[in-house]
């Protein structure tokens, strides 16, 4: 059952068909987790009858997911690296030269790809610092910290004072992102190509799209499950 008041993400890590159809749908459900679903729908021009009904469809046809909750959080970052990040970092290098070779061929009939292009930089810019971070810094703490408790060991130092605070920057720049996303599918009327579009601009409008869909999924994963229970954590040594 789902109702106005409870938060977007709690309907997201609780319904293991809810990604998919909150995506469909068009309702943040990574950056925007902390929304109430009724304020989130409205946003979104959804009827809550609408989505309730899409759940129940849905949860009834699809085969058995991943539960993510119950990943402890070195499974889960695992899991966010070998998925999300090397999917990322593989489609950024793909579609930097995708992107140029777009903009050369149809820049000059629309004017819009040349925005698309340095909004598209400037994403796989900010991704590249943000991954980096993760995997150099905040997992490997996370991961410290909870095999220092499985092994009745002291908690790790933290040069950063506490998790919450690379957590809050990640978070930020998870908000940076999906600014960007958002600008993106307006500049690209949703990933609309234009009737004289060549393989190369489907497929990069088909890519980017994709792209998205994956951030989401990968910023959910950290925003919703990952960070709340890695303060908590913390919180509890």
């Known amino acids: 059952m789902i109702n106005a008041t409870m938060k977007v993400r709690e309907v997201a890590n609780s319904l293991p068909q809810a990604a998919g159809v909150l995506e469909k749908l068009k309702i943040d459900y990574c950056c925007g987790g902390e929304r109430a679903l009724g304020e989130a729908c409205a946003a979104a021009g959804v009827d809550m009858a609408t989505l309730e009904r899409m759940l129940a469809e849905t949860g009834a046809t699809q085969t058995r997911t991943r539960d993510f909750q119950s990943l402890s959080l070195t499974d889960l970052i695992a899991h966010i690296i070998d ?20 903009v050369t061929a149809h820049g000059e009939n629309h004017s819009e790809l040349l925005a698309v292009s340095i909004l598209v930089q400037q994403l796989f810019d900010d991704l590249t610092q943000h991954m980096f971070k993760e995997e150099q810094i905040l997992f490997p703490f996370v991961i410290q910290l909870e095999q220092a408790l499985w092994q009745h060991r002291p908690a790790p130092f933290a040069p950063f004072g506490t998790v919450n605070n690379p957590i809050r920057m990640m978070m930020m720049e998870h908000d940076t992102a999906g600014e960007i996303l958002r600008e993106l599918r307006k500049l690209t009327s949703n990933y609309q190509v234009p009737a004289d579009a060549c393989p190369s601009y489907r497929t990069l409008y088909q890519s980017l799209e994709a792209l998205e869909q994956d951030l989401h999924q990968h910023i959910h994963l950290e925003n919703n499950i990952l960070f709340p229970k890695a303060i908590a954590l913390e919180a509890s040594r």
């Open 83 to 102: 998925k999300h990040h090397v999917f990322t970092t593989n489609e950024m290098a793909r579609l930097e030269l995708l992107t140029a070779k777009v």
